[in-house]
């Protein structure tokens, strides 16, 4: 297995960033202050502050499993400007992206109320509907699609590799738990009949949205700017209520039914009316719901296939949940 901690960790690697980050400030004019500061290293990525008489400026490399990011978020800032947090520059063959320090998050705000909730899901509609009639040039930049139409076949396809697997591997499946999850499989062809019906394009599901992603609009009316757009697929738009929703019920330590809820994701399809009539918008998002499991998976799947022992102990768990809950309801009873 891959060791990406060890190498963030090295003098090697951290004067390699420091010198493509120094070429990169030197084009745009601008002096770096004082030495980069590493903010945290993970195994799907680590940060990198820099110091200049411009401000603070962030980099970012990540996991080989996500570095596409870099690529997919340089476009969206050029389809959306106003939604993203659009980097200065990239370096699409090393996953890296430096950008500017564009202030607090929304998480830092004092409100636990649905309309902050309404405000995140809102405001990342629009930017769904901006960028929904270009997944050709995303999916080019290296967005993944996650088509409905194969979300099932995609997980029949992976149980191979976790039957696969030494009994004693961390991404193990028995024979009896690979069955399980193939019995949940009719549950996501169900819900891909049922968005049939719907005519809704296909576009940007963060698959990782909350308010630790998203900064402080410099206005009241100015929309939020996104980021962390590693974890992202092109697939089903309502997919990408499901974190929003699963970080809601904990917060509120609630149910799916509470009407705070029923409310964040009604403000979310209000922006979609001008494709079908509410009703059957809402009917489309259980549904959409049961594929974004499918979305979580497939996204520590692909940072997995290059972690370390121990990140492979710490992480293929959540990976695995996520099978073995395919079919489970997010809003149904």
Excluded at 153 to 162: D, I, K, T
Excluded at 222 to 235: I, V
Excluded at 249 to 264: E, F, K, S
Aim: with cysteine.
């Amino acid at each position: 297995m891959n060791n990406s901690r060890e190498v963030w960790a090295s003098p090697e690697w951290r004067q390699q960033a420091v010198q493509w980050i120094d070429l990169v400030l030197e084009s745009f004019g601008v002096t770096r202050l004082g030495p980069a500061e590493q903010q945290r290293i993970r195994f799907w990525s680590t940060q990198l502050t820099v110091p200049t008489d411009h401000g603070t400026l962030w980099f970012k490399e990540n996991n080989l499993g996500q570095f596409a990011e870099a690529s997919i978020m340089s476009l969206l800032g050029e389809l959306a400007p106003d939604h993203v947090a659009a980097p200065l520059a990239i370096e699409p063959s090393r996953g890296w992206l430096l950008t500017a320090d564009h202030g607090a998050t929304l998480d830092t705000l004092d409100v636990d109320d649905a309309s902050l909730w309404a405000r995140i899901t809102g405001d990342f509609a629009d930017l769904q509907q901006a960028v929904a009639p270009h997944g050709e040039r995303l999916s080019r930049a290296g967005l993944v699609l996650m088509n409905p139409e194969v979300a099932a076949n995609f997980v029949e396809n992976q149980l191979l590799l976790h039957t696969g697997l030494p009994a004693e591997h961390p991404l193990h499946l028995s024979p009896e738990e690979a069955d399980d999850v193939v019995r949940r499989l009719p549950a996501i062809s169900d819900a891909v009949e049922v968005l049939r019906g719907v005519a809704m394009p296909l576009s940007l599901d963060h698959n990782d949205l909350h308010a630790r992603n998203c900064f402080l609009p410099g206005g009241s009316t100015d929309p939020l700017r996104f980021f962390d757009f590693a974890d992202s697929y092109w697939a089903h738009p309502f997919s990408a209520l499901l974190v929003p929703i699963t970080q809601m019920r904990a917060q509120w330590n609630t149910t799916a039914d509470d009407p705070r809820i029923q409310a964040v994701v009604d403000a979310y399809l209000e922006r979609w009316t001008s494709y079908a009539p509410l009703p059957e918008l809402r009917a489309a998002v259980e549904p959409a719901l049961r594929l974004a499991a499918v979305h979580r998976y497939g996204s520590w799947l692909r940072l997995l296939v290059y972690a370390d022992d121990e990140s492979m102990r710490a992480y293929a768990p959540a990976a695995l949940a996520h099978l073995r809950t395919l079919s489970d309801p997010v809003l149904e009873n």
